[in-house]
């Protein structure tokens, strides 16, 4: 292979925006002109990328941001030449340095690929292949492109895990990737893509499958080894905080369209483009809440007109001199860990451990924590869809632990759900109508007509159209899902809503315009909500109150401004420390490049829960003391 | 992993124990007795009564289960009651005939439909990939006694290439004995290759879309590695639980085709016992066969294991 000398073109591929002076001025690693990217399906074409142009310099980062469907992944799969071949068109000036790659064979392509430039991708629990150890999948990478014997290989590639930081990498070689954990199973995937050398490193969401302090590592390590390598970087991200954090330039797409494109700072602060004003406006800033007690609602940009609708002010609608709606106490879930010929319990999970809070009619308290801190068994235990183990739930005047039957169908008025994922949660092969409808029916709470009725009520409420109840799921968008999925929830008019995570899929600004349709909901129906969440600056933005889980038990609780203005848990610190903030302003500021785990709540056989004491700050701020 | 050999053992047991009462009570439910077939035109109620004697008949039926299994967990089948030979020697004699023939139409299965199916996965949507599916539904549809007899018609009589039925034991003539048996195997095998092809063919189409295999193609690696190194080897996990499964449609298959190639084996022994009411033949062949099949599952469960490094962790 040779390789041509970078040369050309690069005054030319930034006509129609503004060149960015570069101190190095050296030439581009890569550039890219007049881009447009388009699929075929049954027969027609559609283009998802139209006339895109950036250029990328040696130890330049320049991130590509955009909701979904803005084009930004196909972007850079384009530049990888990963798209289907037979399916989509490619058209315009791909240079990587100083070879043009659109008109390569897909040998040629190969030949490059995971040489002079590397991707690594969002999933990274998926995108190491599970039958093979993970040091064979990176030596295989040498192996490939640097013609290194096995043996060399091998010792090349415990260096590289090294490099990234995997403790015991000599050890790791032989292991597989379920044996790792997400934010090891990344740093793989940097290592391998790391692995000879490249050029230009693409980055697809890298972080955004991971918890906030893996991502925080993951993130700090990008950035050093850039350093230390003077690689171009490419990254791809939804999240204007990471943006702010990792990008020199930064390039904004809207629906196939390059919107904007300028240094990160002149982004961020003279966002020229409506779109690129309505996407910052969206994103939750940590530490914008003050110390306001009550929640904030967003304001909203248009992203066409970029007309702003200032956010209505929330009304307070917390009566704390009534009893709570919901009383948790010394709430205990485990589950078994079995093993052996005969399947007995080797151990146990301690998801949930001694959890108890109170809940008011109309206030939000929020759980946060990382995967595995037991906030989602939490909820799934105080409706009993989880059975606990100890521990005494209050919901409404129910004694819920105890109920069963009849009793327990009709606790489940007073407290409905909505999850995650609004793709996954509602039948695709029942009408929206029929879902919403459908605990109203079940529980036999009124005729078909009343039923229909309350729908059409139900969907107006929630910001939908009632003649939309007759469609079906695959026609409405996430946002719209989710809304659906909370009409759904209010059907039984609850008095407490456990929202598991109910924005963390949508996009920044339709996360922005579910919360204030969260809170509007609040205000009108008096709307308990346990809001349980790993996103910290939305929990900010949403709550009265929020508890901090870690390993099954809650080491913080508080009022919103007390938790977030005075933490004192050396979790909650860690926390609030790991968000990246959305201000290129803090740059510079770096984290310790810890590598540390988190940890696992299963325990062997006849652990005992040691004895925990609390200590208060201020009133209903509470601190677990013994920290760990 | 010994763990979970030993599981899927103990397991074993009460499947092959549910198996053989089934095999037991079904006899004892079918109309017709045995001992009149034994005695022929003599209706000598006293000779009756000695053959019944004879054969433990009248025992209760908990007690001749009970001493069937005993006898059969020594080895010892009883003896036919149509030819006298211990059944355990009958089936010996019969068994590496059928054997021979499952295993070569499983390799022609194996060897025809892996390849086709993942060939079709790669080639998704083009006239490759249409081709083998109708290639695959004609191999499924056509009915193999016709298939055999037409193959026969046009192999063996017209062109005289291939002998048309019979049975040359492997050792004696390891030539003739394949030569014999490739008919049959081919038409056993066709229908299985054709599931195998359309399995293989979806198994490697939802590993294709892999991010992992994503992950192989960003790293640089050629095609031919992508698909069959990253590829293929996820995809081969799913084939081999199938192929077990198979091993029994395989065993059911071989009955008929037995029959239209006049082969000596446990298809033919079986008719011929149902017919007589030779009880002890029936029992013997259809617990041999689930014998078979078990092992054969338990084979793919470890296999399954062995392939796969995430179930290894977990047991």
Redesign the interface.
């Known amino acids: 292979m040779t390789r041509d000398t970078p040369t050309k073109d690069v005054a030319m591929t930034e006509t129609k925006f503004e060149p960015i002076p570069d101190p190095r001025a050296a030439a581009p690693v890569l550039s890219v002109e007049d881009l447009s990217v388009s699929f075929v399906t049954d027969g027609r074409r559609a283009t998802v990328v139209r006339n895109v142009s950036f250029e990328v310099r040696p130890g330049e980062t320049l991130a590509i941001v955009g909701e979904s469907g803005s084009g930004k992944s196909v972007t850079s799969l384009a530049i990888?030449g990963?798209l289907p071949p037979?399916v989509s068109r490619v058209d315009g000036r791909i240079d990587l340095a100083g070879r043009e790659l659109t008109s390569l064979s897909?040998?040629e392509m190969?030949?490059?690929?995971?040489?002079d430039m590397?991707?690594i991708?969002q999933?990274p629990m998926?995108?190491?292949?599970?039958?093979?150890t993970i040091g064979r999948q990176i030596s295989?990478?040498l192996v490939?492109?640097l013609g290194l014997s096995r043996a060399a290989a091998r010792a090349e590639t415990v260096r590289l895990l090294e490099k990234v930081r995997i403790p015991n990498a000599a050890t790791r070689f032989d292991e597989?990737p379920?044996?790792f954990s997400g934010g090891m199973r990344q740093r793989v995937?940097i290592a391998?893509a790391l692995a000879s050398k490249p050029k230009l490193l693409i980055a697809d969401e890298p972080t955004t499958a991971l918890d906030v302090t893996i991502q925080g590592q993951i993130l700090d390590l990008i950035k050093q080894l850039q350093a230390e390598e003077n690689m171009a970087v490419l990254f791809i991200t939804h999240d204007m905080g990471v943006v702010a954090e990792v990008a020199d330039r930064t390039m904004v797409m809207y629906r196939g369209d390059m919107v904007e494109t300028g240094t990160t700072r002149d982004v961020f602060h003279d966002g020229r483009h409506p779109y690129t004003r309505a996407l910052l406006s969206a994103v939750p800033r940590l530490g914008d809440m003050g110390d306001t007690d009550i929640p904030g609602r967003f304001a909203i940009v248009d992203a066409v007109s970029g007309e702003r609708i200032p956010a209505a002010p929330v009304v307070d609608t917390v009566d704390r001199a009534a009893p709570p709606i919901l009383s948790v106490r010394d709430l205990v879930t485990r589950f078994d860990v079995r093993g052996?010929?005969?399947g007995r319990r080797t151990g146990a999970i301690h998801a949930v451990e001694g959890v108890s809070f109170d809940l008011h009619q109309g206030e939000t308290l929020s759980l946060v924590g990382e995967s595995g801190c037991g906030k989602s068994t939490t909820g799934r235990s105080i409706m009993r869809l989880v059975e606990p183990v100890a521990g005494r739930v209050e919901l409404d005047g129910f004694d819920v632990l105890d109920l069963d039957g009849a009793d327990l169908r009709r606790m489940r008025r007073s407290i409905q759900m909505i999850f995650q994922d609004p793709f996954a949660s509602l039948n695709p092969r029942m009408t929206v109508g029929a879902s919403v409808a459908e605990p109203y029916t079940s529980h036999r709470l009124g005729t078909h007509a009343q039923a229909r009725d309350k729908v059409a009520d139900l969907l107006e409420r929630v910001g939908l159209a009632p003649d939309m109840m007759s469609r079906y799921p695959h026609e409405f968008s996430g946002g719209q899902r989710q809304r659906i999925a909370i009409a759904r929830a209010l059907a039984l008019d609850p008095k407490v809503i456990v929202a598991d995570e109910s924005v963390s899929a949508l996009d920044v600004s339709i996360k922005a315009q579910v919360c204030n349709l969260l809170m509007d909901l609040q205000e009108s129906l008096k709307i308990a909500f346990l809001f349980i969440s790993h996103d910290m600056a939305v929990v900010e933005r949403v709550s009265h109150r929020v508890a901090v889980m870690y390993l099954g038990e809650i080491v913080e609780i508080g009022p919103r401004a007390a938790l977030f203005g005075n933490p004192q848990h050396p979790y909650t610190k860690k926390l609030i420390a790991a968000v990246p903030v959305p201000d290129p302003a803090r740059r510079g500021i770096r984290r310790d490049l810890d590598v540390r785990e988190l940890r696992s709540p299963v325990r062997p056989l006849g652990f005992l829960p040691p004895e925990r004491r609390y200590r208060t700050v201020s009133p209903g701020h509470v601190v677990m003391e013994d920290a760990r | 992993m010994y763990?979970f050999i030993?599981?899927r053992l103990?397991l074993a047991i009460p499947t092959l124990l549910i198996i053989s009462l089934f095999v037991f009570s079904l006899q004892k439910l079918l109309p017709g007795d045995p001992v009149l077939v034994m005695a022929g035109e003599e209706r000598d109620p006293a000779l009756l009564e000695l053959l019944r004697a004879k054969y433990h008949l009248n025992d209760p039926i908990p007690v001749q289960y009970v001493a069937w299994i005993g006898n059969a967990l020594r080895g010892d089948l009883g003896i036919s009651l149509r030819t006298n030979q211990p059944v355990v020697d009958l089936i010996a004699e019969k068994l590496p005939v059928t054997l021979q023939l499952a295993l070569m139409s499983m390799t022609f299965a194996l060897v025809i439909g892996i390849p086709l199916g993942v060939l079709a996965a790669v080639k998704k949507?083009t006239f490759i990939d249409y081709l083998t599916s109708v290639l695959a539904l004609s191999g499924l549809s056509v009915p193999n006694f016709w298939l055999g007899i037409m193959l026969i018609l046009l192999v063996s009589v017209k062109l005289g290439w291939l002998p048309a039925s019979g049975y040359q034991p492997f050792f004696v003539d390891p030539l003739l004995s394949l030569k014999t048996m490739l008919m049959p195997s081919f038409v056993l095998g066709n229908a299985l290759a054709a599931t195998m092809m359309r399995h293989t063919r979806s198994a490697m189409i939802g590993v294709l879309s892999?991010?992992?295999?994503?992950?192989?193609?960003?790293?640089?690696?050629?095609?031919r590695a992508v698909i069959l190194s990253?590829g293929f080897?996820?995809a081969v996990l799913p084939i081999v639980t199938l192929s077990a499964l198979l091993f029994g449609e395989l065993l059911a298959g071989a009955v008929l085709t037995e029959q239209i190639f006049t082969i000596p084996g446990f298809g033919k022994l079986i008719v011929d016992a149902v017919f007589t009411r030779d009880y002890a033949v029936v029992q013997g062949v259809v617990l041999c066969t689930a014998i078979g099949f078990i092992s054969m599952n338990l084979l793919a469960d470890v296999l399954y294991v062995v392939?796969?490094?995430?179930m290894r962790?977990s047991l």
């Open positions: 990888m990963l037979r897909d040998k190969s030949a490059i690929r995971g040489r590397a991707m991708f999933e998926t995108s190491l292949n599970p039958v093979f295989e990478s490939r492109h597989y379920h044996q995937m391998m052996g010929v005969f | 763990v030993a599981r103990l949507n892999s991010d992992y295999v994503r992950t192989a193609r960003a790293k640089g690696l050629s095609e990253h080897r996820n392939l796969n490094p995430r962790a």
